[in-house]
């Protein structure tokens, strides 16, 4: 079993220096494969990331999900992982790993922020915007940030020159459905300054496309290669669509919501080929973890997987991942291979020709895999999911899927939330040594551990 890899976690200064202590106590269980240096010229980056969306969230991947068209064209140009996964299914955590290829044990940080907590992503992490930024990238953050809302944390402390968004989850202020009165206002935030709070979040994925599509305009009339990263806090609860795509797919308000996150997909792709800069950008899609399944008919879907958010079920931790690159990449390609947010970074980092970060990582290089390489293969031995404060709950290595005894929230046998009001978890489930084969059984509905005790 790996340890758990971990630095000291940031606070917020107390005084007007502002210090970070950073230890590690262990190396990663798979280190990070070499930077790639045979890929073509360097891409322009856009790195789109949904809340809470689901894995059957998507028709390309479900058939019974809302119509994506747009995404289901971005993966018919691309290459789609059926199996990758975030390193927790819960928001800053899952985050975390995304920006910094590493664990979010090793970076400390754990489950979703909240306004009253002073800690954030440490000053000495180094994130893919950092390093794209090394290269001569402009760099641009728009959306939901949630790696610490005090100045230090933000974006612009953490390679972004740009960003517009709010600081953590949307419904952490007054539009709470179930406690508005624990939350301060909602700050919308440009730069490091809150220009204004409780901003009306039907405007939320229009006006942040708007931004993310501005910012590649500019980019390019100063001839400057680019990074966006364009985090909707939609679907995330409260949900809210414009009011151009209120009703529009007559399925429901989530509906609605999917189908105008997938037109914001279609609008930057758009940008791109109207500019000339399609075959030259790398377009990545994916979800921070699976839906928050409490919500019922304001909550996505897990297809067929089990749980949602906030387990380490399949659920929970795998979620639609979509890449494409027309200059590089193949299109229409599947990739099956399991892998990683943690990812993510290492691998534009090989695409940009940046140098790695100088502390430890435990992402890898996806490039050979994303390419089709003969001899590429899964980048890690086995991949973990950790929750909580650094509780290692599962494991996957190749087909199998193994949880260690643990405690987790389910809706079977609930009755789900509508309208935006939550159901109730049965918090008093419990699950031991068990043992899944996911290519037989992605659903983890049938426990080998007893006739498979040599792999357990």
């Not at 890929?39 to 999900?65: F, K, M, T, Y």
């Amino acid at each position: 079993m790996s340890p758990t890899p971990t630095r000291i976690r940031a606070r917020a200064p107390s005084t007007a220096a502002f210090v970070v202590l950073a230890t590690w106590f262990a190396a990663c269980s798979s280190p990070p494969a070499p930077v790639d240096r045979h890929a073509p010229r360097a891409p322009n980056v856009v790195l789109i990331l949904a809340d809470d969306l689901g894995w059957g969230d998507l028709s390309c991947q479900d058939e019974h999900a809302v119509g994506t068209p747009h995404l289901d064209r971005l993966a018919a140009e691309g290459v789609r992982f059926t199996d990758f996964y975030v390193a927790q299914p819960v928001c800053s955590a899952s985050r975390a790993a995304l920006l910094t290829g590493c664990y979010s044990n090793r970076v400390g940080i754990a489950g979703a922020l909240a306004p009253s907590q002073s800690i954030g992503i440490a000053d000495d992490e180094t994130t893919i915007a950092e390093l794209c930024r090394s290269r001569g990238y402009a760099t641009a953050a728009f959306g939901k940030w949630h790696l610490g809302h005090l100045p230090p944390f933000l974006p612009t402390r953490h390679g972004f020159d740009e960003y517009l968004g709010i600081p953590y989850s949307n419904d952490m202020g007054l539009a709470n459905r179930v406690r508005p009165e624990r939350w301060p206002p909602l700050p919308w935030i440009e730069g490091e300054t809150p220009i204004a709070y409780e901003p009306d979040q039907r405007g939320f994925t229009r006006t942040l496309t708007d931004q993310a599509i501005g910012f590649i305009e500019r980019s390019h009339a100063a001839s400057r290669p680019f990074f966006v990263y364009l985090a909707h806090p939609m679907p995330h609860t409260p949900i809210f669509a414009s009011p151009a795509f209120e009703g529009s797919t007559g399925r429901g308000r989530y509906a609605d919501v999917i189908a105008e996150l997938d037109a914001s997909v279609g609008a930057i792709v758009a940008t791109l080929e109207r500019l000339g800069l399609r075959d030259d950008t790398l377009v990545v899609f994916l979800s921070d973890n699976g839906p928050w399944l409490v919500f019922g008919d304001h909550a996505g879907s897990s297809g067929p997987l089990r749980e949602g958010k906030g387990t380490t079920f399949e659920g929970g931790v795998r979620v639609p991942s979509i890449w494409s690159w027309p200059s590089a990449l193949p299109r229409g390609a599947l990739r099956r291979e399991p892998a990683m947010t943690i990812d993510v970074l290492p691998t534009i980092a090989g695409m940009v020709g940046a140098e790695l970060p100088a502390l430890p990582i435990d992402g890898a290089d996806l490039g050979p895999l994303l390419r089709g390489e003969p001899d590429a293969r899964a980048p890690h031995d086995a991949l973990y999911f950790w929750y909580h404060q650094g509780d290692l709950e599962a494991m996957r290595a190749g087909r199998w899927k193994l949880h260690f005894p643990h405690a987790y929230r389910t809706m079977r046998g609930r009755e789900p939330g509508r309208g935006g009001e939550p159901g109730a978890y049965d918090e008093s489930a419990r699950i031991g040594i068990a043992l899944f084969d996911l290519e037989l059984d992605p659903g983890e509905t049938n426990d080998v551990a007893a006739t498979h005790g040599d792999l357990v």
